[in-house]
Structures are given as C-alpha cells and as structure tokens.
C-alpha cells in the first residue's frame, strides 16, 4: 500500500483504548494527533468518554465508535448501552466479535451477528472482528474458525453484508502478546477473507477494508501494511500513546 489516492482502499489506523483511559487521555490525544490526510482515524474509547470524545472531534476528519453494544435498541439490559444510543452522540462505528467479548463475556456466533445487525439497523459502521485462538492455528484450522465467524454473521442477512464497512483480523494469541503475526501469516489470512468476501457475494471484496489488529506497533507497522490485502490496523496497547500511534499513522505512508 503506498500514499493513498482516489480508488485505491484508503488506510485505517483504529484505536481500542479496551478499559482503558480517561478524560486526561482523550485531550491529551486529540491534542497530539498528527491528523493524516492519508489514512482514516478511528478511536474506540470506553462508552464513559464517547460522548465528549465525539464531541470534541465533532469537526474534524476523525471517528469515534463503541468498543460494544447490546442487540436491542433499549429496555430491561442492566448495565448494557445500544447502537441506537451510540448514534445518538453522533459517534459513527461500532466493534463487534471482539475476542476479549467473546471470551470473557460468552459472545456467542449468533449474539455477535444480532449485535452487528442491531449496529447497522442505528447507522452505524459495524467492523467486524475475527480470529483463530492458538489452538485453533497449531491443528491448522485457522481459516476454518475464521470463516465459521463470518459465516454466521453473513446468513444472518439477506444482502451484501460488508458493503461499507470494515473487518478486523485479530487471531487471539497476537493480542496484547507482543507476538504479532508475521506479515506472510497475515497476508494470507487477510487474502482468504477478501476471497470468502469475493466468493460469496456478501460485500465488494475489493473496496473492503480489511484491517489487521494484535500487537501492532511502530516498529512492526510498516512491514504489515506493505502487504497487499492489509488496509490498516486495529491498535490497542499502542494507541493509549500518542506519539506511538502517530507513528503508525505515519506508517500508512509508506
Ligand atoms: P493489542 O490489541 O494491540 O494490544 O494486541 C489489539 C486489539 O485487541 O484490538
């Protein structure tokens, strides 16, 4: 991927601040953004700081979403926020399938497609994430589990699924590891989504931006977006520094 142009997938570069973070970090932040023309920024605080945090981007190119969401727009869900409420700040993504949700809070296939379509049903962007646990690479079924999560989700509808919309790859035991996956594992992985997309009709394979999130840092960034089906990052650990994430922005120019 080199400096975007019309056409071309424009870069992604996604923070997921998890439970992490608090008001001191969303000014401190928005204050030392380099804003890249160049790629799309999104950030997924803690529901607590979306409201300000949208607000104070309000004006600007950048994004803002929910880590997580509830599958109805209201009622009796103690403790749960909607997609509805969500687009009501006037923040514009949601993450869905994340694997900390669905391994410690038992977010079932089936819950993660009501929750993404409960996301698309308010307006707003669902990026759906995806991943292999360890188990699942080392007896080689990696891609299986991969495609049974998009499976799911994809049967869930009756049309192109990912038409405007982003999918993360994430195997499980690259995230907060410091073990990313080596570009090569990456790319493949990335290439059989975009050819399941493809294959099945569910999005426009090739305008889908297919971003690559566990243990993404500067150092390892400008190796993994050189490859061709990696249209940017969904960052954790790293994007609660500033500097950090700016330089993986800058990454995206390379
Ligand atoms: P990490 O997390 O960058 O800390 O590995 C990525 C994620 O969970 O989205």
């Given at each position: 991927m080199s400096v975007w142009c019309q056409g071309m997938r424009k870069p992604i570069v996604a923070a997921n601040w998890k439970m992490n973070g608090s008001l001191e970090l969303c000014e401190h932040f928005t204050g030392n953004?380099?804003?890249?023309?160049?790629a799309d920024v999104w950030i997924f605080p803690t529901a607590l700081h979306l409201g300000s945090l949208t607000d104070s981007l309000r004006d600007t190119e950048i994004a803002t979403g929910a880590q997580n969401v509830w599958c109805e727009p209201n009622g009796a869900y103690t403790g749960e926020i909607s997609a509805t409420m969500v687009a009501t700040l006037g923040a514009q993504l949601a993450l869905v399938g994340h694997s900390e949700r669905r391994a410690?809070?038992?977010?079932s296939d089936e819950v993660v497609a009501k929750k993404f379509k409960s996301i698309t049903d308010a307006g707003l962007k669902p990026v759906l994430c995806v991943g292999e646990t360890l188990e699942e690479r080392e007896s080689g079924l990696a891609f299986e589990a991969v495609e049974r999560q998009l499976n799911v989700v994809e049967e869930a509808w009756d049309r192109p699924v990912y038409l405007h919309e982003a999918i993360a790859y994430e195997p499980v035991w690259a995230i907060g590891t410091g073990k990313a996956a080596t570009a090569e594992i990456a790319q493949e992985m990335h290439a059989l989504i975009r050819n399941h997309v493809d294959g099945n009709g569910s999005g426009e394979s090739q305008a889908l931006r297919i971003l690559y999130g566990g243990s993404v840092k500067a150092v390892n960034a400008p190796e993994l977006i050189a490859?061709?089906?990696?249209?940017?990052f969904l960052v954790?650990?790293?994007?609660?520094d500033v500097n950090e994430f700016n330089q993986i922005c800058e990454a995206m120019k390379s």
């Open positions: 953004l380099v804003r890249p023309d160049y410690s809070f038992g977010d490859q061709e089906d990696i249209d940017g954790g650990g790293a994007s609660l």
